[in-house]
């Protein structure tokens, strides 16, 4: 595709509520990227994909958090049992490859509300 | 652990003057930073990467440098337009991998 392409655009999710979000990268990009921006603030990383390889899960918050990209093109972040702290913006960026100098390219990002 | 600083936190200024935001960033071991534009409910739009090997990179009326051993990055914004005005935010990536963002700077450019 010609970008980034994140759906749904926005969520809005009950307390307890498990959501799924889905990205869509650039065609042939390699790596994959979810970030977590709160209001106000710059995005906070959550973890990122080489291919269908999670290499790096460490900023995800809880083990309430699970993200996946079997075939190594879509990728989906998964929220179970939602609270309201996870009220925020979710940012996926995807980049050429990672072991060069790669620009990162963001969707315009699923914001989700957690009632 | 890698923080960035971004100051100032807002800026307005009038249209056409020439203005630096500023980058900070503790850990000088960096991979690339990049620069970035977000507008209202928007996602973010990459304006400039550098390398760390490289000083500054420029696009159109837009200059960013690089002082790795001061831990420094300046986006410089010439002859500024209303356009212009949206949060800026620099991303310092430390390895293959994740970025780390300051908070961002908020541009207002009054006509």
């Known amino acids: 595709g010609a970008g980034v392409s994140q759906s749904p655009r926005y969520k809005v999710a009950k307390r307890g509520q498990d959501v799924a979000l889905r990205c869509d990268p650039i065609?042939?990009?390699?790596?994959l990227f979810w970030y977590q921006q709160a209001l106000g603030q710059g995005p906070e990383f959550l973890t990122y994909?080489?291919?269908?390889?999670?290499?790096?899960k460490s900023g995800l918050p809880s083990d309430r958090f699970f993200a996946e990209r079997p075939e190594g093109s879509v990728s989906t972040l998964k929220i179970q049992r939602t609270q309201q702290e996870d009220s925020a913006v979710y940012l996926c960026?995807?980049?050429?490859?990672?072991?060069?100098?790669?620009?990162?390219?963001f969707g315009s990002g699923t914001q989700l509300s957690v009632l | 652990k890698q923080e960035v600083t971004q100051i100032p936190a807002a800026l307005s200024v009038p249209e056409g003057e020439n203005l630096v935001l500023n980058c900070s960033f503790t850990d000088s071991a960096i991979y690339n930073l990049q620069w970035f534009r977000q507008d209202p409910g928007k996602g973010l739009t990459s304006l400039l990467l550098?390398?760390?090997?490289?000083r500054e990179q420029t696009s159109g009326r837009l200059n960013a440098s690089l002082d790795k051993s001061s831990g420094r990055s300046t986006l410089y914004i010439a002859a500024s337009q209303p356009g212009d005005s949206a949060t800026y935010l620099c991303a310092v990536r430390e390895d293959a991998g994740k970025s780390t963002f300051g908070d961002g700077t908020t541009l207002t450019v009054k006509p």
């Open positions: 065609s042939g990009h390699v790596s």
């Open positions: 550098i390398q760390s090997s490289q």
């Open positions: 960026a995807s980049s050429l490859d990672d072991r060069t100098n790669e620009k990162l390219f």
């Open positions: 994909f080489q291919n269908e390889a999670q290499l790096d």
